[in-house]
């Protein structure tokens, strides 16, 4: 119903910049809005920013004036931005589609493989 494919992670040193990105392929009717999430090793996986079809954002506090999220022209590609990045950003990361509702944003349970950010200090 849902595929997934992150793409864009890899090795960066503090303060750098790198552009992840995710293409969907969804057969879901409803879905109206996309998340970036993602798991550092020993902790639980976290969203980080959604978007809406309407372009309408919402970013976590620990991303927030970091990372932008941003929809692409193709059909269900959606970009996260990453600057200034910190050691603390490294994870896998992973996208996500689902449905906004009023602030919120709720995603289906189906997740590609991720792709690894690693930032060096």
């Known amino acids: 119903q849902v595929q997934l494919v992150e793409s864009g992670g890899g090795l960066v040193q503090a303060g750098g910049s790198l552009r992840l990105s995710c293409t969907a392929s969804i057969s879901i009717v409803g879905i109206n809005a996309m998340g970036w999430y993602r798991q550092a090793p020993g902790k639980q996986r976290e969203l980080l920013a959604a978007?809406?079809?309407?372009?309408?954002?919402n970013y976590a506090d620990s991303v927030r004036g970091r990372f932008t999220i941003s929809r692409g022209s193709a059909a269900n590609t959606v970009y996260l931005q990453m600057n200034s990045l910190k050691p603390e950003d490294t994870a896998v990361y992973y996208c996500n589609a689902g449905v906004q509702q009023g602030t919120s944003y709720r995603g289906l349970d189906f997740w590609g493989k991720g792709t690894l950010v690693t930032v060096s200090s």
């Open positions: 978007i809406t079809s309407s372009g309408r954002t």
